[in-house]
């Protein structure tokens, strides 16, 4: 059968598992590749997005989240927890659900998009808001790992990164070779740090004749990397990655530099602009920090910094539907019409 089997199965030998791991999955990984258009018109570049809202809980966090709970079941643990900004709590608490597990989540309160927090809810994992931040989040989940019989989940965690290498693979697979430039939004940094491990790893095997360079966006108000200090009160409306002291900072920059790459930020402004483009012009419907890929994309293109002729792929990592506040504000409000064909014709002026 043609059915994908979840990044476990499909790249099982690129993985720390053994025949008798015991493996949790939804199904993850196998996101479309779709060419960008309006994007390629724009850049005169090959663009594709990388479309991780795709996955079973609606982010690119389920290909680490499969592998980093199939080894806690398999190390015998009993309970996981996580600091998150929505989407690795959503993915934690359904892996955790498959696996039989309790799940732990500490957000900060009154920052996380409310579809990710309903996620976080349904699934039945334990929430606490903590009156702080993501970073202090992080803080206090690895405090309590370390002192009490919970399993760390972040991408701290090192099967986390194995997991999440694997939409290179796909890329590479899908492609025929790696692309030039590979764009992705940055926050905690685990992503951009998995994407290179990927894409070197493919390359030294023979299966890529090179690797890309990594563009990593953060948004203005959050970018410690691109302003190289820790900052204490990070802001942006692009929630999932308003993230002040990234755990994996250090990997974020061996990425850009091993990469010829470059970390840059973007503006609360510039994520919106680029939100609606995906949405109105391409149909992906992602989130406001997903956005920030194709942001980063567009300033870089119109600061001339995009040679025509490359090919480019940029990750989006998270669903639209994950926090629809930003497509319905400033969006005119629908009209009410009877049931009357002729009326409605009018309207949408068909008549
Ligand atoms: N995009 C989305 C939608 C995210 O949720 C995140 C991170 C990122 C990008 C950045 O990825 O942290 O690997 O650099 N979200 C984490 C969370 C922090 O808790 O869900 P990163």
Redesign the pocket.
Known sequence: THQWRGIIEEYRDRLPVTETTPVVTLGEGGTPLVPAQVLSERTGCEVHLKVEGANPTG???DRGMTMAITRAKEEGAQAVI????????A?AAAYAVRAGMVCAVLVPQGKIALG?MGQALVYGSKILQVDGN?DDCLNLARSLSENYPVALV??VNPYRIEG?KTASFEIVDALGDAPDIHV???????????YWKGYREYAADGLSTRTPRMWGFQASGSAPIVRGEVVKDPSTIAT??R?GN?A?WQQ?LAARDESGGLIDEVTDREILRAYRLLASQEGVFV?P??A?SVAGLLKAAEAGKVDPGQRIVCTV??NGL?DPDWAVAGAPQPVTVPVDAAAAAERLGLA
Request: charged residues 10%; contains cysteine; glycine residues 10%.
């Open positions: 982010s690119f966090k996580c600091a998150s900004t929505g989407n690795t709590s993915s990710k993501f972040n991408s999440q992705l939004p940055v926050g905690n940094a685990g992503n951009i740090t998995a999932a990655i993230i990234p994996s974020a989130e920090a997903s920030a990592t998270g994950k």
